[in-house]
């Protein structure tokens, strides 16, 4: 029998247990910390640092800028070599992982140059301070099982770890810590929103307790519709960083956006200053043929970014669903008196508790057609709205007038042949057009009451 296969594997399981001795030997008198159960100890630099109170991290990886990073406000931000927001699980991760590197051998720097180990110079050097210390690690070359060379700054001691450290810190791209939010804290002071499409340009503002669109024209926004918008910007994300520090923004159509969207709060401060917060973000040119997708840069971070053509649009929704569909913005409950005047009259009704009555005409009517009529003005969406010029004058009309007699609204009622349905405004040159099947009451015996003709009054 051939005892050459048994000569060499009885030589590799000595070379085996030679390395492993190498590996696992202690340098003689370390103070080290208890360690976790399993094997190893806690890097004695590192034991201590308090996670939680970790304010500041730096990290310069060989032949790249320097990262620094700061906590601020609840959050993290990379300060250098430019400012952008970071995810705050992702700088905790960070810290953490330093706190809990777990040391498996020590190699004395007499025997094993640190250059061949990748610590001379260090491939990494990660910093995390804190308000009353810091702590700094050199980070080499991976070794064998997941194992890796470090250094603690002040320590010529050269430590074989193990743990998470090294892949996050040596071989994860930065990129992917940052905080891919479009619209960072989105706060209740919001109350100024721009969407710009090509020439077309919207405005909505809080005013007091309503939003009003400003522009293109001034009526009343929808309520339902800015609030899923005020959700979409919450949930804004970017898919994507593509450039940071671009030289020529001309090469993403982002010299001239081919869209924009601004997003601006206004708070006061505790000595009664006001302070406004703008954020604004950037649309160029969609990132291929056959791709929605489009380059985007918030302005204050220059990076270049991927947007998604889901966020595009639900982002920059059309001017129409930004106007509020009912014809009125009047709170039905408000109502006292309403004054209905067309071609052959006017017909006035008033509140008199649960009733309605006809005072001109000496009868009570029909509350329920009253409700029908406060309905239909009031809280029923129109099934489209349509931007028109000016009514003629003479159209029909309804005039609401508030408990103190102050008119509140007069809304305008139009049908014309060529709409199918009825077309309702208010002055503000929008037209909420309702279903053909809607009607609504308009004469006396619409609301119940037999007169030969309709008495003439004034409001």
Request: proline share 7%; glycine share 8%.
């Amino acid at each position: 029998m051939s005892t050459k296969p048994t000569i060499v594997v009885v030589i590799l399981a000595v070379i085996g247990v030679v390395a492993a001795v190498v590996l696992w030997r202690a340098t003689p008198g370390e103070a080290v910390t208890s360690g976790p159960p399993g094997g190893g100890v806690r890097l004695a630099a590192t034991a201590g640092v308090p996670v939680e109170a970790v304010d500041r991290i730096t990290l310069a990886r060989l032949d790249e800028p320097t990262l620094v990073f700061a906590r601020a406000d609840g959050g993290w931000m990379q300060i250098e070599p430019f400012r952008y927001p970071m995810q705050f699980y992702s700088m905790r991760q960070l810290a953490e992982l330093a706190a809990e590197i777990t040391v498996v051998a020590r190699i004395d720097p007499q025997e094993q140059s640190g250059t061949d180990l990748g610590l001379d110079p260090p491939l990494t050097v990660l910093t995390c301070g804190w308000p009353d210390g810091e702590v700094t690690l050199q980070l080499g070359r991976r070794g064998v099982a997941g194992r890796s060379y470090l250094r603690a700054k002040g320590d010529p001691t050269i430590h074989v770890v193990t743990g998470e450290l090294y892949e996050r810190a040596v071989e994860t791209d930065p990129k992917n810590w940052r905080d891919r939010t479009l619209f960072a804290g989105l706060s209740a002071d919001t109350d100024h929103v721009e969407i710009a499409d090509g020439l077309n340009r919207t405005v909505i503002e809080r005013v007091g307790k309503r939003w009003m669109m400003i522009e293109p024209l001034r009526t009343r926004a929808d309520e339902l519709t800015r609030n899923e918008l005020f959700s979409a910007l919450a949930r804004a994300r970017s898919d994507g960083f593509i450039l940071d520090q671009p030289d020529d923004l001309a090469k993403f159509g982002l010299a001239e956006p081919a869209a924009g969207l601004v997003v601006r709060a206004t708070a006061r401060t505790a000595d009664g200053e006001s302070t406004v917060q703008e954020q604004r973000l950037l649309v160029g040119s969609r990132m291929g043929v056959g791709s929605e997708d489009r380059f985007a840069l918030v302005q204050g971070r220059p990076v270049v970014v991927r947007l998604p053509e889901p966020v595009l649009r639900a982002l920059f929704v059309p001017l129409s669903t930004l106007i509020d569909p009912t014809a009125s913005g009047v709170n039905a409950a408000d109502v006292k008196t309403i004054v209905i005047r067309r071609a052959g009259g006017e017909l006035r009704l008033q509140r008199d508790l649960e009733r309605w009555l006809a005072p001109d005409l000496g009868a009570e009517v029909s509350a329920e057609r009253v409700e029908t009529l406060l309905d239909l003005l009031t809280r029923q969406r129109a099934a489209q709205v349509e931007i028109v010029a000016p009514l003629p004058a003479g159209v029909m009309s309804v005039t609401l007038y508030g408990f103190g007699g102050r008119p509140l609204d007069t809304v305008r009622i139009v049908s014309h042949p060529d709409r199918k349905g009825l077309g309702l405004e208010n002055g503000d040159n929008v037209l909420r057009i309702f279903p053909p099947d809607r009607r609504i009451p308009v004469t006396a015996e619409d609301f119940g009451i037999e007169v030969a003709a309709e008495t003439q009054a004034s409001p």
